[in-house]
């Protein structure tokens, strides 16, 4: 499996961006996908997930500003992101692993088995 992240890039505070991530490779199945940010110093974190637990999760710190969604057909994952804050600043990265894994979203990134190369989204106060 394969992905690769794109739509970064900066915007000033409030504004909008929209990332996509395409998944390519031999399994065509259904996986558990997520998006996931690292800002300079921090930990990775994952802030929005689907198809991995009972119901799209995201992270409070995100939560009525992103929302992901996906393309079964395509198998594409996308994130429309809101209100765009500063700290939203850092690089993000999209990531899959078997379909129903579970909720993620406090797990260590390691129970994801696939991962893009980032895309960086930097927004300017």
């Known amino acids: 499996v394969q992905l690769v992240e794109s739509g970064g890039g900066s915007v000033q505070a409030g504004g909008s961006l929209r990332l996509s991530c395409v998944r390519s490779?031999?399994?065509?199945?259904?996986?558990?996908m997520s998006w996931f940010r690292q800002a300079p110093g921090k930990e990775r974190e994952a802030f929005a997930s689907?198809?991995?637990?009972?119901?799209?999760r995201y992270a409070d710190s995100v939560k009525g500003r992103f929302t992901i969604s996906k393309d079964d057909a395509k198998k594409n994952l996308y994130l429309e992101m809101n209100s765009l804050k500063p700290e939203d600043t850092a690089m993000y990265y999209c990531?899959?692993?078997?379909?129903?894994?579970?909720?993620?979203?406090?797990?260590?990134?390691?129970?994801?088995?696939?991962w893009g190369q980032g895309t960086q989204v930097t927004v300017s106060s």
């Open positions: 689907i198809d991995c637990g009972d119901t799209t």
């Open positions: 490779g031999y399994n065509t199945g259904r996986y558990c």
């Open positions: 990531a899959a692993a078997p379909y129903g894994v579970g909720d993620i979203m406090s797990e260590h990134p390691d129970v994801m088995n696939y």
